[in-house]
């Protein structure tokens, strides 16, 4: 798997044949990482508007909001999770997470708290999400998920388009109740032209690059190209899933 998530990969099936299965993980963390923080700095400063309404040649000065002082919730302190908090120190914001198996060391030598799932959705001014696809996590983000978040939040999700259920964002987007989203991943990919997301004007779209940088693609590369000649040889693959 070219990538770090094999949710859609048929993994039975590659037992069953003796497929052997691996992965890359942590080769896409910065990228992924860097286009969170590009997300989230475009949320706050309208910059995408901003550009646009320039370039047509206005000259209205937006106002927006500084990451400075604000809570930023970090759903999943894996490798990504972890390459967008260190990241965000420096923007001297208070950082949140919730994961089940949070690395505590990690989260203390960096000034994270860590706090149940529903702490972080209640206190945090911007929410990312870095969590696997896994049953448990299908659908996470409903209309129950984004009651409880703050009035005038923001949502962003780079990892699973699935983690959402479009229909219960809309809804908080067209209320008012979310300031707004930035999605680089959908339930569909790619999503159907007439998927309401895409044309309002407070959700960012990206087409899932999240990974698409040149260091990314070069660490994935040599990763899955080493694992496939260590099968090729007999050799046991560094980062064997199956």
């Known amino acids: 798997r070219y990538g770090v998530g094999y949710d859609r990969v048929d993994l039975e099936s590659a037992r069953e044949k003796g497929i052997v299965v691996t992965n890359t993980p942590g080769a896409n963390a910065v990228s992924v990482a860097e286009l ?8 706050a400063r309208q910059i995408p508007d901003a550009v646009n309404s320039t370039h047509q040649g206005n000259w209205s000065r937006y106002s927006g909001i500084s990451l400075r002082g604000k809570t930023i919730g970090i759903l999943g ?41 529903y702490e972080v959705i209640a206190q945090s001014d911007m929410i990312t999400l870095h969590l696997p696809l896994l049953p448990e996590t299908h659908g996470l983000v409903n209309a129950d998920f984004i009651d409880r978040m703050k009035e005038g939040a923001f949502l962003i999700n780079t990892a699973r388009g699935e983690l959402i259920v479009e229909s219960d964002l809309l809804a908080a987007l067209q209320s008012n109740h979310l300031a707004g989203a930035a999605l680089d991943v959908f339930d569909k990919e790619p999503p159907a032209k007439d998927n309401p997301l895409l044309h309002m004007g407070q959700v960012l779209v990206t087409p899932h690059c999240g990974a ?25 693959p560094l980062y064997r899933v199956v």
Do not use: W, Y
């Open 36 to 43: 969170t923080i590009g997300l989230m700095l475009s949320l």
């Open 77 to 117: 302190l894996g490798s990504i999770g972890k390459s967008v908090a260190k990241r965000l120190i420096n923007f001297d914001c208070h950082i949140i997470a919730f994961d089940p198996a949070a690395d505590l060391l990690f989260a203390a030598e960096f000034g994270i708290e860590i706090s149940s799932l």
């Open 212 to 236: 698409h940088t040149d260091d990314a693609t070069d660490a994935m590369g040599m990763m899955a190209m080493n694992d496939c000649l260590a099968v090729l040889r007999g050799q046991d």
